[in-house]
């Protein structure tokens, strides 16, 4: 393999710039308990009651603990079956036995949490709100709901599902049927916030005076905007949707309506967006550029489908997510949280001008296998740390390094090894492109020249940037 040695004068950073803007956490999430197809595999496992109320009682304490706020219900119900005590529907769960819906609002009173509650399914998934049925059904259910836990401490609002899509922007009958259901809502519940979660608009005309208008004419509170990465409706769909998010944002300054992000937490097993494939988690630094993009952007509040079985507590009485990773994503989302070094590092490198997750970045540069890389820092210096920024893609052979050693040396000429950092890739790899960090740190050396010798086990390597004593 081709081996490529550069000598650097001055690449490296001695100290922190502060970030752009403050990088918001994960305060809500969205509750999934239907299986409806291959997708909800982890988050719905068809061998798992997903009625007992012990179960959704255990997860809303488990999201409680890493700071989720606000549950978001995805449906109360679906195929005429209910998972509240409903008189409009059948019950599906056993009679006799707490409903799933009231052990969450049971254990979200006790623990000062918010709860969205859902007006869907009026059928299924499939819900139309071109569909008079679906329109009138959701305002039954409301009147239903909200007798029930209106008057609940952790009662906060109501997320109406089946929003519409935003290509090339929001339609009038989408429009006029949330708005009707909206009504209804007001009426029982003054007060209580009305939420939507829309997608579209990785191709939406979010620029245009028509997109904006559209907006203008939704009678809700909150638009919690799916960000779709997770979809990958796009090659390399990160730059676009911050982009969006920015042009999200000036809108919003002028329609009162709250600005908050539904960044998605997945990627897929097989084909993406594919009701035959299943949603499993994806690397952590591509979630937190998504967090990252959308902070800097100015959102009011980040959201994510989903948290319950793509990231699970490590040691769960109730494991929904695929084995090792859903514990694994927690791990890395709670370091992070905790104020971990190597995902802080991360997190201001994306913040201050990262090379975009797309390999035609001019900002990336590519070695073959081998990457050799010397920094002259001028003069003898006490070195701590030593990192790099690499971008990992599979569908064209891009990969992080396994092995990160550093060397050094104070004639340039003869290097003594100082340390090896091992990299354990992620494995759901199959779609994703994202950037991450090595860190050796924790070093003591003094010296002017620092060696990085990365190897890679196969494919190319994309760096922008060797980084001492970040």
């Not at 519409?164 to 009426?187: H, K, Q, S, T």
Request: with cysteine; net charge negative.
């Amino acid at each position: 393999m081709k081996r490529l040695t550069t000598i650097i004068a001055l690449a490296m950073s001695l100290f922190c710039a502060p970030l752009k803007a403050e990088v918001k956490p994960v305060t809500g999430t969205f509750l999934n308990f239907f299986w409806q197809d291959e997708r909800n595999n982890y988050m719905n496992q068809r061998n798992v009651d997903m009625s007992d109320p012990e179960l959704w009682a255990a997860k809303t304490a488990e999201l409680h603990k890493i700071g989720i706020d606000y549950l978001v219900l995805m449906a109360v119900a679906n195929e005429g079956q209910s998972f509240y005590p409903s008189v409009l529907m059948d019950h599906g769960y056993p009679a006799g036995r707490k409903s799933p819906i009231d052990a969450v609002m049971d254990t979200a009173d006790s623990l000062g949490m918010h709860v969205f509650m859902s007006c869907g399914h009026a059928r299924n998934q499939l819900d139309d709100l071109g569909d008079p049925f679906v329109v009138k059904r959701q305002r039954e259910m409301i009147e239903e709901l909200a007798g029930l836990y209106g008057g609940r401490p952790s009662f906060y609002g109501w997320y109406l599902p089946i929003e519409g899509c935003m290509i090339p922007w929001f339609p009038d009958y989408a429009a006029e049927g949330l708005n009707r259901v909206a009504a209804r809502a007001r009426e029982l519940t003054p007060g209580a916030k009305i939420m939507i979660s829309p997608y579209g608009i990785f191709a939406g005309e979010v620029g245009s005076a028509k997109f904006a208008e559209q907006i203008y004419k939704l009678e809700v509170d909150i638009i919690a905007y799916q960000d779709e990465i997770g979809c990958v409706r796009e090659q390399f769909p990160m730059r676009n949707m911050k982009d969006h998010f920015r042009q999200l944002a000036e809108i919003h300054s002028k329609c009162g309506i709250e600005l908050w992000a539904n960044v998605e937490s997945f990627t897929w097993d097989r084909r993406p967006n594919n009701w035959f494939s299943t949603l499993i988690p994806a690397a952590f630094g591509r979630y937190l550029s998504q967090m990252v993009g959308v902070s800097e952007a100015g959102v009011d509040r980040i959201i994510s489908f989903a948290i319950t079985g793509i990231y699970d507590e490590p040691g769960s009485a109730h494991p929904l997510g695929q084995p090792v990773l859903s514990n694994q994503a927690w791990k890395n989302y709670t370091d992070w949280l905790a104020g971990d070094r190597r995902w802080k590092l991360l997190e201001s490198l994306l913040a201050q001008g990262a090379p975009s997750e797309d390999p035609s970045d001019e900002g990336w540069k590519r070695h073959d296998g081998v990457m050799e890389t010397i920094i002259d820092l001028g003069k003898r210096t006490r070195i701590e740390s030593v990192c790099g920024l690499f971008l990992n893609y599979r569908p064209d052979g891009i990969a992080i390094p396994q092995s990160f050693e550093v060397l050094v040396s104070n004639d340039g000429k003869r290097f003594s090894h100082l340390t090896t950092v091992a990299y354990e890739g992620w494995p759901n790899n199959l779609l994703d492109c994202w950037s991450d960090v090595i860190l050796a740190d924790g070093l003591e050396a003094r010296a002017r020249y620092v060696k990085v010798r990365a190897v890679a086990a196969s494919g190319s390597i994309l760096c922008s940037g060797i980084y001492v004593n970040r």
